[in-house]
């Protein structure tokens, strides 16, 4: 099932507890948001830091975080209405975020520790599809909420 290329989604997924440590479904070929598959990759964000701004002009994002906890913030400037979209992705409020192209991307660590992210992308990287700006460009708060 394919999605519009203009809504951000959340997805609740599935954790299945089992001995010795739990199953964390992350997407199938069948899932809301699955528009095909480039690459899948693993970012690891170190305790409180911001990485922001980038968008993708081609690429669909699919966020899961199975450690830690990271605040998104998505920021569409195409819209008549500028507003931030917040959303905090953990363990313990396991989702899946799917994150259309043309849409501003901006993450911040809300541990003490470090928190990790799993991207299923519908295409491969290619920096050229790309856009990235200085953290300060969007004027946003990222004051810690740990």
């Not at 799917?98 to 290619?126: C, R």
């Amino acid at each position: 099932m394919q999605i519009e290329n203009t809504e951000i989604q959340t997805h609740n997924l599935k954790v299945i507890s089992a001995p010795g440590g739990d199953v964390m479904h992350a997407m199938k070929s069948s899932s809301k948001g699955f528009r095909g598959f480039g690459e899948a990759y693993f970012s690891v964000i170190e305790n409180g830091l911001v990485k922001a701004w980038k968008r993708h002009k081609k690429m669909t994002l699919n966020i899961i975080v199975p450690l830690g906890k990271i605040r998104f913030v998505l920021f569409d400037d195409r819209k008549k209405k500028n507003q931030f979209r917040e959303y905090i992705l953990s363990p313990e409020d396991y989702f899946r975020l799917t994150i259309p192209p043309m849409v501003w991307v901006g993450f911040q660590d809300l541990t003490k520790k470090k928190s990790m992210l799993l991207n299923i992308a519908d295409i491969e990287h290619n920096p050229q599809e790309l856009e990235k700006i200085d953290v300060d460009k969007i004027p946003y708060s990222w004051d810690l909420i740990i």
